[in-house]
Structures are given as C-alpha cells and as structure tokens.
C-alpha cells in the first residue's frame, strides 16, 4: 500500500524569532521514511502545498508531523507535532481522510496550556495497481472472511486468508506486513471451524478444482483471542455492511478471483485507473491540449544520453514507453534483471497525469545483492511535439534504500532538419539522485548510482540505435551551412546605386542651380572693365553678386564631394562579405541580415550604414547601403581560426561620408559569448546601444556560430602553451570537474577550467572562497556562515594587475586587480573600492602566490596584450624553467558550509564563568598570550565588527610554530560571533585557510566553538568545539591528512582552553 499526504499549510503558530515571525517547515515520519517541506521565511500562517508519498508496511505505524522553526545558527526551535495513526485511514470513506485542521500539540506535558496552532494536512491510501486497489481487494476478503467466521456453522468454503495467502504469493507486492510466510498462522486465522467444517471445504474445493488449502497448526480448543486481521476485519465488516461478495459464489472459484481485479466495477479504483482496452495513442491525444503551455522542464544533474535519431518525437516516444512496445523490456533482460512486470498506465490526480508501474529484480553485483525495484513513470508533458517523462526508481531492499529515490527524466523533442527531408527526434536522458534523508553514505551512493547507470544507459543507447538509426553529422548537415547557404547578398547594380544616391532634392537643386546659373552667363553681354577688374578677371559688383558665387561654391563643392563619396563607396560596396576563412582552431562565423529603425543622419533623411566587427583584434566591414533607414544585407563573414576562445564581439554600425571624414556612428553592441547561449545566437535581434540608436530602437539582425575545428585537441595545446609560460604542469580536467564548473557560474558548455586557488577577498567583510581561471573568465566563489560570494568577468575586462609585497598592514603578498571604466559591474559586490568607475579587487593569502601570480598573469596577457608583450612574458617566465608537478588536484566541486560534516574534537566543563573565558575571542592581552603559548606566532586579530544585530565578524592570521607544524607555514581565518538562540552562550564559526603547508590549498578548515553558561553563580560553563573539513580537490593523501589535522587540532585545542583556565584563575 502507499500512503498520499499533502501538506497543505499551518495557521497560528508562534513566533520563536526576534522579528516577531517563525521560519517553519514540517518534517513527516512513517516507521523509517522521513520527509521535510520547504522552508518558509517570516510567517505564522505558512502554506506549503506539497505532496509526499510513503510506502506502507504495517497498517499498526503511525503518521507523526513535525513542525519547526528553521534556524541558520544553532538547533531548530520545535513549534508542535501530531500524530495519525493509519488504522484511522482504514476505517475511513474510501480510505481517504479529507482534508481537515489538525492541532499541533507540545513537546512535553507540562506545556499542555500552550498554544501552539493548527496544521491542514490530507491523508489518502492507495495503490499502485492499476484498475484496482490492493487495499479494496483485501477488504473484500477479509469482509467474506468476517461473514465465514460470523456463520461458521454454516461455512462451505476453505479459510478466504489461506486463499488468499496463496493465491498472493505469486503477485509482486507482498503482504508480509500482514502474513508471514507462505501460510497463515493459526492465531491469525479468521475461521475457526470444525473439523468436520474444513473437511467439507477441502472436499468442495478440490470437486470444484481448487487445489487444498495447506493449513499451518492443528484443531485447539482454545479461547478465541482478536488478532490483527480480525481487527481489521471488523473495520471493513463496518465499512462494507454484510453484503455478500459475489466473487466467491460461483462454480469456478479459481478463475473468477484471478479475474476479479480486471474486471472490478469498483468506483473508487476507476477514478484513478484507465481500461487497458483504451489505446495508448488516444491517451496521449487526450493530453495535447492540456499540455500545450506546459514548460519542457529542465535536465537533472547528470547527462546520461544526448543524441538525435531518425524519428519522430511521437514514433520515439512510442518505442521507448508504448506498452505494445517490448524495447523496456528487452533492456531490463539485458542487463540481467529478471521478474520483469509493467502495469497498464493509468489516468491520476483527475486527469492532470498519465502513469504507470514497472517493476523487476535487479542483476546480482559483487556488493549488493538481488532486489527488488519499482520503477514509476509519470507523464511530465506529452504536447504531439515534445515529450517528457520522469522515471522515479526505488530499491527499499539495498542498503539505505528508504533514504533515496533515483530519479531519470526522459526529453524528446524534434532534431535538427536533415536534407533528406526526414523527421528527426533528440533525445536527453538526464539523472539525479532524490535524498530523503541525510546520510554519511551520500558520496559513496552517488558515486555507485553513478557508475550503474553510466553502464545500463550505455547498453541502452546501443540497443536503441540498433532499433533507430541515429543522426550523424554528415546526415544532418549543418544548421550552419544550411541558413548561410539560404542568404544571397544583395548585388545591386551601378545604375541604381546612382539613382539611390543621387536622386534627392539636394543633388537636384544643386544641378537646377548650375543649370540656371550657366544660361544666364550665355545670354548676357560681357560686362565693362571697371574698378580693380583687369582683363580675364571679373569681380562681383553688389554684395548679392557676392552671396550668390558663395552659394554656387557651395553648391559645387557638395556636387563634387558626393561624386567622390559614390566613387568610394562604389569600390567597397562588397566589403568582406564572401572571405573564407583560414587555419583551424575556433571559427567565428556571422551573418549581418538586416537592419531595422536606423537613426536618420543625411539632410536627406536618410543614412548610408554600414557595419563593423571585431574580434580578437580582427575586423570584418560590411557593405555600404545607400540612402536607407531599413537596409537589407544579407552578407557574410568568417573570422580566421583563432588559437584563443573569443569572448566578446563588438559591433558597430556607422553613416558613410568619405574616407577623410569623421564618421557618424548610428549605434554599437556587444556580444558575449561567455553570458551567451551559442544555441540563441544563431538567430538572434540585437538592439544597438548609443543616444542615436536608442532613441530610435534601432536594432540589427544577426545569426552568428561559433565552433571548434581542432575538438578536445584544441583543449590540449592550449593547455601545453600555458604550462611554458606559467612554469607549472596543468591537467586536463574530467567532464564531471568541468560541468560542476560551468554549472556553478552558468557558463556555456566551451569554457573549461585551467586552474583554481584558495585565497581570501579583501573588501568590507572580507571572504575566504576559491578563485578559478578559465581561458576566458577569472571567478571567485565563497560560502561562509551561510552567506555565498560569487563572480566573474573576463580577462579583457581587466586594466591592470599588480602584485603588492608582505607589508605591516597585511600579512601576506596580494594582487590588486583593477577594471576598465564600466566593466565587470555584475562582479560590483565583489570589489574593494570603484574610482573614477573602475572596480578594483584585492586578493591574498595564496597557498602558493607565486604560481597563482604567474598563471593570472599570463592568462591576461596572452588574452588582453599585444604580440610584444606576450613574447616578453614568455622571457620572463623562462627563468623558470623546471615545470613542476604536484598532486591531481582536481577541483571537485564547493558546497554549503551548513551540509559539511562536523566533528566533535573537545568538550570540557570549565571552572570560570563565560564572559571570562570568552575574553580568549576578544583580541586582549589574554589571547595573544595564550595563543603565543599554544603556538600561535605572530597572532593578529581585527577588531569585531557587526553586520547584522547579534552578528559579529573578523579576520585573525598567525604563523605556525616549529611544535604545530615542522615545515612552517601560515593560517588565516575568519570569525563569525553569535549568541546562542538560548541566550546563554555564544557560537563562534570559523573558516581557516592553510598558506606553505603541503596540500594546504587543497582543503578548508571549519571550526565551531560553542560556549554556555551552565551556572553563572557557580562560575561554570561548557565549551565544545566542532571541526570539519571541506574539501574542493582531490588527493589520495585525504585520510591522511584528515586524520593528521583531527588529532593536532584536539590536542591544540586542548591546550589552549587548559591555558586559558589557569590564566584566569591567576587572575582571580
């Protein structure tokens, strides 16, 4: 059976917060399986709207609900708790308690006065069958065996439980949460008639054809005792009434209660069910319209299958989940599962689903044995276009098997268009893993679920392209080749270029004028020599002689410039449009389509656009288009293979008025391919930026395509190049290293990782995180005290970089990164301080400064310098000529601080009382000197500085004596001061970075001091201390040095509160 709960919401809770509010949220427990809602912020009357599911394997547990008040430091504050039991359930209208207000009580007794408000929660029993319900099929026997027991003298018939019991003992879903074995014990019996009685029964059953009952136990005269199947009994006694079952009462017993689930006229196992006579196809009909504006929801957290076939979505989806499609179940065979069974699908939830049940033994492997699985398919979207589909598999047998669900999501969606005209499906198979409960084991199950499925899915895939011919790249072409072979750039002629260009009132005033002008002069008489004239040389005599030769210049000048401008214009009228590209590396390819709503800059009203791109320092023009707010190109340029990823691309679209002339800019834009989907691009509207362009909306059309000709080689020499010029070996990073990368700032599938460093973030409240370098992105990423720091910009975006040397005011080397003017405002929040527009950046506490420095600056100058600086960086590197090589440090991944595994490493009852003994956090005299004692040297602590209310944070930084560490080295660490939510103590987090320990930047220390005052006239108070560490490469080192760490910091923790005891006691 599985048990439905929807939590609905809560109402007049109390407030446990400062704020006058609660965060609540409700954990469910049923025997083993627990479940827990989200959280909501600042609210006494939450509503939640969720919905759990719950495996029930005896009728006798009970449903508990949990309410708390979520809290970011400390133990969660309990608001109430409910129970409900599931024999209430049972005896309900078809088993289903409605939704109604339950009352939240208190923890204890004593607090039975307490209010504590009220939860809405709907409770509902069901199974997974699908015409009928394994819970009505049980009340109609054990209804029938009730009757039999009633009228025992009158009985006919074998025991209905032993029936039962071996009639079920061939079916999937087994009741041994209420008969175990193979037959029913003698206590559990509900018949107890004579001898005489069973004989009788045996003799009618076998002249009927059904085989004997084995009974379990001999005849007793005993006194009848209620068992649990009588209880239940009676419940269902109550709820049928003494109607006769009229499965029983036939001339063929056997085959009528095999038959009786499929053709059970039962309303209530109809309502969610679907005759398996209705066509799969009709069912997915049904859904089209439902689903049209239906999202097609996202991958999960791992691609396992990314593949297009010749198919149609429709004829995919029909192969993979069709029941008259045997594909399922010839994959499950070949990974050697057998018992191999799939329900029919079914309509739930008032026809907003289409599900089914499969279910199957699982193949034997070295460690796990043979299991059981059910595996739920749930319809997520079924439009006739696209299809999705959510397989839930559980497996309660395998160790831990009640903490988690797999969870896989099929996509199929249409492919790309192949030349052949066929339809094509792509197919996105994506997983991750479900935990309802936090385990130690979660790495060790994810990284097996991991592998299986890696494996099973692999078999898939090459069974199902034995099935559908999957797409090859030659087969689809390229969307690419295909749009740009679609443009034809527009050749105009000569003739109307001209007409264009000339044909406006200006250039025809202007002709109109000089045509004027010239039969004036050839009608008139010359004139008599006079004043200063001379022969051959005729002054104007009136001031209007003198503004009208004025104006004929000008009028002929412009002639002659317009001329001239046509003639140009004329030789460019091509542009770049046309050029191949050359060489092999990453290929940039962009199609200028057209132009809509330019800004007008010509006295005429119009413009003559043109277009400018660059790249890499590489320009591609467009062709002139003459007098035209509205211009049409279709032209194209390919950019010459670059060694480098691109990360922007400028845009620029200019008026033409000569070559000599000042040009008019009509607008700009950027495109970045690094915030940019590759996918979106390749047709794409680009608004133009500027005061012109704006103020018009002006806007170009572009497809653009960018792609890697070299494949994963293109990764390798790029990463050869930079290793001669940093001086250190860099690894080539998993697939897994690099999508945890992308993932974690949602980066496009091209960028991989090169490099990472622990390091520290100077700015107002300083930040200890990770800094990561890609070819074209630097990033930083920190999660401490709840709080998470994250950015990026690119390395073009950079001005300078400067290195500042150990001073008195920091104790270790640094590197200031300053921004152009306006650049890399989304990594605003990041930065120390903006001048003048420019944001600067402080980052120290390197583990290793000098190969962090080397490699951040030879990134941004092989991206942001000329050809001379790199050839300059590259000898100055040369110096450091031996390439060394350390330990995979693989980057794995950051996580939140609040999920990391903590240790207890010291607990102790101090004899002081606490705002003594917290004086060692106070940065006085007490805590250098007990620091200097404990080895500490060079102890240095900022003050405490607040904010949030109660919060307090600073930075401390030390040296490490010969007696804590024998090679040397330094700690930096930030400290997060907070009153207990009892408020009698304080809680102090810490985050501790390792500089010149080996391995150091491999891991971060997480310390959690707990400080409480047990009795403050007695002057005593309890101190424990947490540590845990969090872990972002890898090492096979790791239980070493875990170890290592454990013991030092028990024993220096040790010392240190033992220290600051007798100090306190001298004191006194």
């Not at 709820?239 to 689930?261: A, I």
């Amino acid at each position: 059976m599985r048990l439905t709960v929807r939590v609905i919401g809560a109402r007049n809770l109390r407030a446990m917060d400062s704020n006058g509010f609660s965060d609540p949220y409700v954990k469910l427990q049923l025997g083993k399986q627990r479940f827990k809602t989200k959280v909501i912020k600042m609210n006494l009357n939450p509503t939640w709207d969720q919905e759990f599911s719950f495996l029930v394997g005896d009728v006798r547990d009970v449903l508990k609900f949990y309410v708390y008040d979520a809290d970011m430091l400390g133990i969660d504050d309990f608001l109430g708790l409910v129970r409900v039991p599931i024999e209430d359930a049972l005896a309900a209208e078809n088993f289903s308690l409605a939704t109604r207000w339950y009352q939240l009580l208190p923890k204890g007794k004593t607090d039975k006065a307490v209010d504590c408000g009220e939860i809405c929660v709907s409770i509902s029993l069901e199974t997974a069958g699908a015409t009928r319900s394994w819970s009505d099929d049980l009340a109609t026997e054990l209804t029938d065996i009730q009757r039999n027991y009633s009228l025992s003298s009158q009985s006919t018939g074998v025991s209905i439980a032993s029936a039962y019991n071996k009639s079920e003992s061939s079916k999937e879903d087994n009741i041994s949460g209420y008969f175990d074995g193979d037959e029913v014990p003698a206590e559990d019996k509900c018949s107890e008639g004579t001898g005489t009685d069973r004989n009788l029964a045996a003799a009618e059953d076998t002249s009927n054809g059904i085989p004997n009952a084995t009974l379990n136990g001999t005849e007793t005269s005993k006194t009848y005792k209620p068992s649990f199947v009588d209880r239940v009994c009676q419940i269902f006694a109550r709820k049928n009434g003494d109607s006769v079952p009229t499965s029983l009462v036939t001339t063929e017993p056997s085959k009528e209660v095999q038959e009786e689930p499929t053709v059970s006229e039962d309303p209530v196992s109809q309502h969610n069910s679907v005759c398996p006579e209705t066509p799969f196809d009709e069912l997915l009909k049904s859904f089209e319209s439902r689903h049209e504006g239906v999202e097609m929801p996202v991958n999960l957290q791992g691609i396992l299958i990314n593949q297009s076939y010749i198919a149609s979505p429709s004829d995919l989806n029909n192969l993979l989940f069709s029941p008259d499609s045997n594909f399922r179940q010839t994959v499950v065979e070949l990974q050697g599962c057998t018992d191999f069974k799939t329900e029919p699908w079914r309509v739930d939830n008032d026809g907003e689903s289409l599900k089914r049940v499969i279910t199957y033994t699982t193949a034997p492997s070295k460690l796990v044995k043979a299991v059981r699985a059910t595996e739920e398919q749930s319809y997520l979207k079924a439009d006739g276009k696209e299809y999705s589909v959510l397989l839930s598999v559980s497996t309660p047998d395998v160790p831990c098997g009640t903490y988690f669900r797999t969870e896989i999501l099929f996509r199929i969606m249409p492919g790309p268009e192949l030349d052949s005209e066929q339809q094509t499906s792509h197919l996105v198979i994506s997983w991750r893993m479900n935990f309802f409960q936090s385990t130690m084991l979660k790495g060790m199950i994810e990284n097996g679920a991991r592998q299986g499925l890696e494996q099973n899915y692999a078999q898939f895939s090459d069974l199902l392209s034995q099935k559908v011919k999957p797409v090859d790249v030659e087969d689809a072409g390229s969307d690419k080749e295909q749009i740009l072979a679609s443009l034809q750039g527009g050749q105009e002629s000569d003739w109307k270029i001209a007409f264009l260009y000339f044909c406006n009132l200006g250039v025809l005033s202007s002709i109109f004028v000089v045509l004027y002008v010239t039969l004036h002069v050839l009608r008139v008489n010359s004139s008599v020599v006079q004043g200063f004239e001379f022969p051959g040389l005729d002054l104007p005599d009136s001031l209007s002689e003198i503004i009208v030769g004025g104006l004929l210049f000008l009028q002929v000048q412009h002639i002659f410039k317009k001329i001239t401008c046509f003639v140009q214009a004329r030789d460019q009228k091509v542009g770049d449009h046309g050029v191949k590209a050359q060489g092999d590396g990453w290929l940039l390819t962009v199609a200028l389509i057209e132009g809509s709503k330019l800004a007008p800059v010509d006295a005429t009203g119009f413009s003559d656009p043109y277009v400018v791109f660059t790249c890499n320092g590489k320009t591609k023009t467009s062709s002139i288009k003459f007098q035209t707010l509205e211009p049409q190109w279709n032209e194209i340029f390919e950019f010459d293979a670059m060694e480098d990823p691109p990360s922007v691309m400028n845009v620029h679209v200019y008026d033409f008025d000569g070559p000599f002339d000042e040009v008019t800019s009509l607008g700009h834009a950027e495109i970045n391919f690094v915030k940019s989907n590759l996918s979106e691009l390749a047709d794409v509207w680009i608004p133009l930026q500027g005061n012109l362009a704006q103020s018009w909306q002006s806007k170009l059309h572009l497809r653009i395509f960018l792609n890697n000709s070299k494949g994963t080689g293109m990764v390798t020499e790029y990463l050869s190049k930079m290793e001669k010029e940093v001086g250190k070996k860099m690894t080539l990073r998993s697939p897994r290293t690099n999508t945890a990368f992308q993932e974690l700032f949602c980066l496009p599938a091209e960028e991989f990782l090169i490099n990472s460093f622990t390091c520290y973030l100077k700015r107002k409240l300083h930040a200890q995180g990770h800094l990561f370098l890609s070819p074209r992105t630097i990033g930083f990423y920190s999660s401490m005290f709840g709080r998470k720091t994250k950015f990026f910009f690119l390395w073009e975006d950079i001005e300078d970089i400067q290195a500042i040397p150990q001073s008195l005011s920091s104790w270790s080397p640094s590197i200031v990164i300053t921004l152009h003017k306006g650049r890399g405002m989304d990594a605003k929040h990041g930065a120390k301080s903006m001048e003048n527009g420019k944001l600067r950046f402080h980052l120290q506490s390197f583990a290793s400064f000098s190969v962090a420095n080397r490699t951040i600056m030879a990134l941004w100058k092989a991206r942001s310098l000329s050809t001379e600086f790199k050839v300059q960086i590259a000898e100055e590197q040369s110096q450091t000529c031996t390439i060394q090589s350390e330990d995979s440090g693989i980057f794995v991944g950051v996580e939140d601080s609040k999920s990391l595994q903590m240790t207890e490493v010291f607990s102790s009852t101090i004899s002081t009382n606490m705002a003594s003994l917290m004086e060692v956090f106070d940065g006085g005299s007490l805590e250098m000197k007990v620091m200097d004692k404990v080895g500490c040297l060079n102890y240095s602590a900022t003050q405490w500085e607040s904010d949030k209310p109660d919060e307090y944070q600073r930075q401390i930084h030390y040296k490490f004596s010969k007696k804590l560490s024998p090679v040397g080295g330094e700690a930096t660490g930030t400290q997060l001061k907070s009153p207990m939510p009892n408020k009698k103590g304080w809680i102090i987090e810490e985050v501790m970075e390792l500089q010149g320990v080996f391995l150091g930047d491999f891991f971060t220390l997480h310390i959690k001091y707990q400080i409480e005052d047990l009795a403050p006239k007695q002057k005593v108070c309890n101190v424990q201390v947490s540590l845990g560490i969090e872990w972002s490469k890898t090492t096979q080192h790791r239980k070493r040095i875990e170890k290592n760490v454990l013991s030092s910091s028990s024993a220096r923790l040790k010392e240190m509160f033992n220290l600051s005891s007798r100090e306190l006691s001298h004191v006194r």
